[in-house]
């Protein structure tokens, strides 16, 4: 019998007698979800010792290419017109060669999901930090599962995550380059512009992961010229009209710059927004469990998420020095 996950990534050709011939790069999990749709559902695997009786696998991440595991139930079904077979049911706890193996709790559950992600894209430090994150924000092992199908889905279509053990690879590069599309109309903006989408874009999808309003324009953006600073200045020398003549042209041009800063912030920022929409849809998951990996990433605060996506915009596409000093400046606090 065939399986496959309904997300197809996963499958398994099971024997009418439960027997799976083992290939390189299989474990139990991925059997569990190709049969079940989930990653926990692995005391249903054994194997069989000289004797021919059942043992559990003691470790379920390690089986061998080549070997062959059986699927219990299934051997169970061909088995059953057999007067001697032994009655398996898994709505109790499965008693096989005299080890019990209770149900799984839902933390038990979720440290399989954890170790299965771990072990498909080699999370190693701070990437698998994070899998171990997600599991405090989800409320139960199947939301935390599809969340983490969630994150699959993204990471097979990255570039880098094609062989996740690039050095430097990780999470927040994965989700970040979801607005890399946006960058390309950013890098046609002359610098100043540049830095103030590039901000945008960290902003706008911050908003969109937490469920704001998309932020608007900050203040510091005028900070050079205020319009009443430069009324003062003109009424203190109005006899001086050469001087009044150079301030208003300061404040023409200024308000040029202030105009052209303000669009950049806003387009980056709704571009940002409509990548996340679309991500959504390319990769048909449920918004919700992107806007979650999203807060997971930034540890549930909006200025910690700001921070990490602009680190991942500032390596991408600007020098360390001139460039990336004056993209910090001022320093982020969202919403401004």
């Given amino acids: 019998m065939f399986y496959r996950s309904k997300n197809g990534r996963h499958q398994v050709e099971v024997a009418p007698d439960g027997a799976i011939r083992v290939k390189p790069g299989d474990w139990l999990s991925k059997y569990s979800a190709a049969i079940h749709n989930n990653y926990w559902t692995i005391h249903e695997f054994a194997r069989k010792d000289r004797s021919g009786r059942f043992l559990p696998i003691a470790n379920p991440n390690l089986i061998y290419a080549g070997e062959t595991v059986y699927h219990l139930p299934t051997y169970h079904a061909h088995r059953k017109a057999t007067p001697r077979a032994a009655v398996i049911t898994f709505d109790t706890p499965l008693e096989i060669t005299a080890y019990r193996v209770a149900p799984l709790s839902e933390a038990e559950k979720k440290k399989k999901i954890a170790e299965h992600l771990e072990g498909e894209f080699h999370l190693r430090g701070e990437n698998f930090e994070f899998v171990e994150k997600l599991a405090h924000y989800t409320h139960t092992a199947s939301e935390m599962g599809e969340i983490g199908e969630c994150l699959a889905s993204i990471f097979v279509h990255v570039p880098e995550a094609v062989e996740t053990a690039v050095e430097g690879f990780s999470v927040v590069g994965a989700l970040a380059f979801s607005v890399f599309a946006a960058i390309k109309v950013i890098n046609a903006w002359e610098f100043g512009q540049r830095l103030t989408g590039l901000r945008a874009v960290a902003y706008g999808m911050t ?102 996506l602009m680190n991942q915009l500032a390596e991408k596409h600007l020098r360390k020095g001139f460039e990336q000093d004056a993209f910090w400046s001022p320093a982020p606090n969202y919403p401004n």
Avoid at 231 to 242: E, I, K, L, S
Wanted: proline residues 4%; aromatic residues 8%; glycine residues 4%.
């Fill in 207 to 308: 908003a969109w992961a937490f469920g704001d309003a998309r932020p608007a324009p900050p203040a510091w953006i005028r900070a050079n010229i205020s319009p009443a600073s430069a009324q003062r200045a003109m009424a203190a020398n109005a006899g001086d009209r050469q001087f009044v003549g150079y301030v208003r042209e300061a404040v023409q041009r200024e308000e040029q710059q202030v105009l052209a800063h303000q669009r950049a912030w806003n387009d980056s920022c709704q571009a940002a927004w409509n990548n996340m929409d679309e991500m959504v849809a390319k990769q048909h998951v449920r918004k919700e469990y992107l806007q979650t990996l999203f807060r997971v990433l930034g540890d549930g605060d909006r200025n910690t998420l700001v921070q990490k």
